[in-house]
Each structure stands twice: as C-alpha cells, then as structure tokens.
C-alpha cells in the first residue's frame, strides 16, 4: 500500500512537470502584456483569463529589478485576481522595499487598490472596468521567491441589465502621409458599424522611419461624460497592446498627445447609448532636428514637411508654420486660377462692359421730349376749369426814393385840388339840374345824384391814359415789382408801355410805392374825365 502511494506521487510530479513544461512554452508565445518584455516572468494569456508570475518564480526573485502587468478584459466585462499561496515578498513597514502594487485602471496614476509584501498572499482583488495595472518591485537586498497570479474575465455588474453582449463589429482604419484626420465620423461613412451598434474602433497611424507622430485634437465630446466604461477615446504608441497605452480620455478635456515611436494607435469605445460621443484629431508626422532641406523647424524639435506651411492649418505645437502668410495666400490664390476659371472671369467681365457701353450710347441718342408752350398758342381757357376767377397781374415801375418824394408832396397838392374840383362839381350838377339851390331835393330822383355815383360812372368809361416817363436811375439797384389782383377791372387801372421799365428802389419801400402809385394813376384819370365833363356841360 505504501508502495503503491509512492507510485502514485512519482505520477503526479511527472505530471506536474509536464505541464509546467507545457505552460513555459505557452507563456513565452503570449509573454507581450509586461513590461520589460522577457525580463518578468512568464505570462499566460488565453480567452477566458490567464497566468503570471514573478521573474524566476519559484526560486528567489533577482534583484533591482520593476515590472509592470497590465490586464485588459473585453468590454462589458471585469477582472477577478487571485494570488496563489505559495508567496513571499520581502517585508517591511509599509511595504517600502520589496512590493506588489495593484491599481483599478490602465496607468500608474489610476486609483489604488493595495500595496501588499511579506509571506501572507494578497486577498481576492476585483477589479471595477476592464482594466488592472499590476507593478512588482524588488530593490538591491533579501530577495524572496515572489509570487504567482492567475486572473479571469467576468460580466461587469454594471451592465447586468443589458444582457448578454452581441459581438462587436470589425473596425479598423489605416492611415498614412505627412498629416491627416482621423474623425469618429469615418465609422458610419465607411459603413464599419450601425449608429445604433457599439463600437471597439482603432487607427493606426503609419510614418515614415525615424519618425515621430504629434496628434492634436480638433474636436471632442463623449455623449456620458466621466463614465469610461461606456465611452472613451484611448491612445497607444508602438502598438495596441495595454502596455503600450499613453493616454484615456473619457471626461470633457482631451489633451495633444506627442507619441515618439512610427506607430500610433487611437481607438475609440462607444456602446449602444453613447454613439453620440465624437472626436476630430490631426495627426502630424515629424522628424527631431537638424532638419533636412525639404522640411520647415517648427522651434519645438520638430521637422514638419514643407508642403504643411501655411496651408491654413496649424501643424506645429506652436503656429510657427502659419505666421506671416499672408502675402503667401494672396499669391496663392491667383495662381490656383486655371484657364477655365480665367477665360469665365474675362468673358463675363466683357459682357458687363458691352452693356454699360450701349447703355450710355441709348441714354445720349435717344431724343429728349420738350413741350415748349409759345405766346401765340396760350389758351386762357386751359386755367379757367381749375380757377373759376383766374388771377391778373398788373405790372408798374417804380421809381428812385427821391424821385417818389418829389411825388408824394405833388400828390399832396393834386389831392387837395381834386376835393376841390369835386366839392364845385357837385355843386354845378346840383344847380343845372334843379335850377337853384334853394330848391328842395327830393330823394331817389335824377337831380339827387351825388357826387360818388357821378364819379363812379365817368370811371367806367374812362379810356386809359398813359403814364409819364420816369427818368432812370443808375445809382441804386433796379427791382421789378409785380401787382397780384383777383379783379378783372383793376388791370385798366393803370395802363403802361408795353415795354415795362426797370426803376431802381429800395425793398423796404415796396408796399407804400406801390399804393401811392395806384392813387396817383386814379387820380390822374378823375382830374381828367372831371375836366371833359365841364367841358360838355358848358
């Protein structure tokens, strides 16, 4: 019986070797998740989770020696770590010499899960995404034999509600040249992915050997903001693989990435109720001086292509390559002008030409329409429908202040002659018709007539009689004054030469020339009808 159960052990550790064999060569095939690579142990991937160890486990770790492990599970899912039992660490307060350190994340600034050393073996850790970033530590001194990890993949509780996940579509992007734009845009343009799948995308940007990439953002905003298990853009560089991931962003601030190797990755992950979130990036391929001939110094150790300056888009980290380019673009753009666009430009400009000519030359031929209205055809008749009694004009001249002074006094004294010979004219009348004046009058009778309506009927049929001749006057300017009357009667008032006279006066004056004018004009008709009327009576 003894015998038979050292047989049986004999066949295990056969066994066990056998596995540990076949687990060494699987582990160098899949040792690409710790950095350095070949340095850290052995690291077993497959589907479902995986295995790593410590360097050299199970015999003593050497010393001064980091790695790092960081382990990605698909999307939708977490990670569950279980450090096995045969472990030991060197220990120390507070775990500052020899360590493990496990963070909740991709990157070494993730929040912190433990920090764990001695000879008792870390508890169960869970991670709450679908990142861990693992890193051991082992300084110059008391190397221990160090420890073994073994991790699974599990359904994230956070997405317990939506079921199980459909497979994601392929999407990959290649992108090259001396710059370009990669935009979340291409996913549905290119018909990678329905807008109402959820996405796992990536691009990789290819440069030219010994050269650098600079990415910078145009645009970017995640539809759930802060929530990295639902929507992130992530930037690797080297590769795709998580320990080659530089940056995350999943908040409202995405910062300008400086990758130093040929091969940028940018992947973007959108699940079904974040398709809205979007990303514009421009990448630049550059070189690290000295710059050669065919590229522009960007004052920033960088050697962009001369074909990138100034062509309105800024491909430095500064806009070294867009200052002054003005002069450049105004050339620019003359010189883009093909033959069709310049021959459109001088036939158009030519038809606009002819038509302003002809224009000028119709608007100076055409004849011009004059009504020209001659004295010979006036019709008073044409103003009598709009004025029922037209409007007559009586023009006099006037004469120098002096000279109508000189009137005036005379005036005085024809005035006073005129009361004179009117009071013995009515007197005579009186007398021829009554025969004395002592008869009594009897009203409303021919013998009764008064001076006024005697006076009233010699001016209606008195001819008009002419005016003297003013002498002129050349010392003060000359004015013509125009009379405006609605009487039809007044124009045989006063009747002048038809060559009116121009008299100079004063504007002041006008109003009062002009009434003495009209009394001298009826004045001088009175004195001589009065005088014709004796006449005939004698």
Not at 276 to 291: D, G, H, V
Not at 374 to 385: H, V
Not at 475 to 495: E, G, P
């Amino acid at each position: 019986m003894v015998h038979g159960n050292r047989f049986l052990h004999v066949v295990a550790g056969l066994l066990m070797l056998g596995l540990s064999g076949a687990t060494k060569k699987e582990a160098v095939k899949n040792n690409s998740g710790v950095q350095p690579a070949g340095q850290c142990g052995t690291w077993v991937k497959e589907p479902e989770g995986g295995l790593f160890t410590s360097p050299n486990y199970p015999n003593k770790y050497p010393p001064e020696r980091e790695c790092i492990y960081i382990i990605e599970a698909p999307p939708r899912q977490c990670i569950d770590l279980f450090f096995d039992e045969k472990y030991s660490i060197e220990p120390s307060w507070e775990c500052k010499f020899d360590h493990i350190e496990v963070r909740d994340g991709p990157f070494g600034f993730s929040p912190i899960i433990g920090r764990y050393c001695g000879q008792q073996n870390p508890p169960y850790i869970r991670s709450s995404g679908r990142y861990l970033w693992i890193k051991f530590v082992a300084d110059g001194e008391l190397e221990a034999m160090g420890f073994s990890a073994s991790y699974n993949f599990t359904a994230d509780p956070d997405f317990k509600d939506v079921g199980v996940p459909k497979p994601l579509p392929f999407c990959e992007f290649e992108m090259g040249g001396p710059e370009g734009i990669i935009e979340s845009q291409q996913i549905t343009k290119d018909g990678k992915a329905l807008q109402t799948e959820a996405v796992d995308c990536k691009w990789y940007i290819r440069a030219p050997p010994r050269s650098k990439i600079y990415l910078r953002f145009l645009d970017y905003e995640m539809q759930n903001s802060n929530e990295c298990k639902r929507n992130f853009v992530a930037v690797y560089d080297g590769s795709s693989s998580v320990e080659d991931l530089r940056n995350k962003f999943c908040s409202t601030v995405a910062n300008d990435v400086m990758l130093v190797s040929a091969l940028g990755v940018v992947r973007m992950w959108a699940d079904e109720g974040s398709r809205k979130s979007r990303f514009r990036i421009l990448f630049t391929t550059f070189q690290e001086p000295p710059c050669e001939a065919d590229t522009f110094f960007c004052h920033s150790n960088m050697c962009i292509n001369n074909t990138l300056v100034c062509n309105g888009i800024q491909n430095c980290v500064y806009p070294w390559d867009e200052n002054h380019c003005k002069e450049k673009r105004k050339a620019n753009i003359l010189d883009n002008l093909n033959n069709t666009n310049g021959t459109i430009i001088g036939v158009t400009c030519c038809i606009v030409l002819i038509l302003l000519v002809v224009s000028v030359i119709v608007q100076i031929k055409q004849p011009r329409k004059k009504y020209i209205l001659r004295r010979e055809d006036f019709d008073p008749t044409m103003f009598q429908e709009v004025f029922q009694e037209p409007p007559h004009y009586e023009l006099c001249t006037l004469r120098s202040a002096a000279a109508t002074s000189a009137d005036l006094a005379e005036l005085a004294e024809d005035f006073e002659s005129y009361h004179k010979l009117r009071r013995a004219s009515s007197r005579c009348v009186h007398e021829h018709h009554c025969g004395s004046s002592q008869l009594p009058s009897n009203k409303g009778s021919r013998t009764n007539l008064s001076a006024r309506e005697a006076t009233a009927a010699i001016l209606t049929d008195l001819p008009p009689q002419p005016m003297r001749p003013l002498p002129p006057q050349t010392n003060r300017r000359n004015i013509l004054v125009m009379r405006h009357t609605y009487s039809q009667d007044a124009a045989d008032a006063c009747d002048l030469d038809d060559d009116l006279e121009e008299v100079p006066t004063t504007s002041h004056r006008l109003s009062r020339h002009e009434k003495a004018v009209q009394r001298f004009c009826l004045i001088g008709s009175l004195n001589k009808h009065e005088s014709e009327y004796n006449t005939t009576r004698v």
